[in-house]
Structure formats: structure tokens, C-alpha cells
Nanobody, 124 residues
Framework: QVQLVESGGGLVQAGGSLRLSCAAS????????VGWFRQAPGKEREFVAF????????YYADSVKGRFTISRDNAKNTMYLQMNSLMPEDTAVYYC?????????????????WGQGTQVTVSS
């Protein structure tokens, strides 16, 4: 079992920055790929970014590419999502997730464990 707890959400003005954290406990964190997803009001949950455990490759949704950065610190069992140049359309509940696999990580079904989510609100 892996337990994930997000933090760092909040209210920010458009153009501002936030850094989300996701603390993991349980099994060896470094052997899991990790990802971030988000769900805006009235919409389905969507992929944001991932890091593959196998080769450290990162991948981003087009909507956040160049603005968001995913990273991890295995020594601290923590992953991060640095969000810059935030826009109102980034407003959503953000979820971190962990997967025992290293492929097709843009799909929710590939993930085994999920955090409870943290709210990010971007005002215009």
C-alpha cells in the first residue's frame, strides 16, 4: 500500500505561482511512477504530468507544457508540481497518483494509488 497526501493548494491571482507537494508513505516510493491529474468543476478528471520511475522521463499535457514542472525527491518520498503563469482555466482539484508501471502513464487506469486532492483556484 502507498498513501498519498497532497498539500500546497490555495487561491492565487492569474499569472502567479503555486507549488503542490505530494507526500508518500508505505512501500518504496522510488519504484513507482508518479503523476498529477486535475478535475475542474463539471468536467472529467484530466492528465497533467507524470514522471516514469524507469527512466525519469517526464511528460506534460499540452495545456500546461512550459508552465508546469513535475519533480520528485525520493529521499523525502515526495513529489512536486511547480505551477507558474497560472490561468483561471487551471482552477481545479489537483490529485497526485502513483503507478507500479512505467508505460501509458497519461491514463488514470494505470495508477494504483491516489491522494485525496487539493484545491487550486486562480482568480482573474
Amino acid at each position: 500500500q502507498v498513501q498519498l497526501v497532497e498539500s500546497g493548494g490555495g487561491l492565487v491571482q492569474a499569472g502567479g505561482s503555486l507549488r503542490l507537494s505530494c507526500a508518500a508513505s508505505g512501500r518504496t516510493f522510488s519504484s513507482y511512477s508518479v503523476g498529477w491529474f486535475r478535475q475542474a468543476p463539471g468536467k472529467e478528471r484530466e492528465f497533467v504530468a507524470f514522471i516514469s520511475w524507469r527512466d525519469g522521463i517526464t511528460y506534460y499535457a499540452d495545456s500546461v507544457k512550459g508552465r508546469f514542472t513535475i519533480s520528485r525527491d525520493n529521499a523525502k518520498n515526495t513529489m512536486y508540481l511547480q505551477m507558474n503563469s497560472l490561468m483561471p482555466e487551471d482552477t481545479a482539484v489537483y490529485y497526485c497518483a502513483a503507478a507500479a508501471t512505467w508505460s501509458n502513464l497519461a491514463y488514470e487506469s494505470r495508477y494504483d494509488y491516489w491522494g485525496q486532492g487539493t484545491q487550486v483556484t486562480v482568480s482573474s
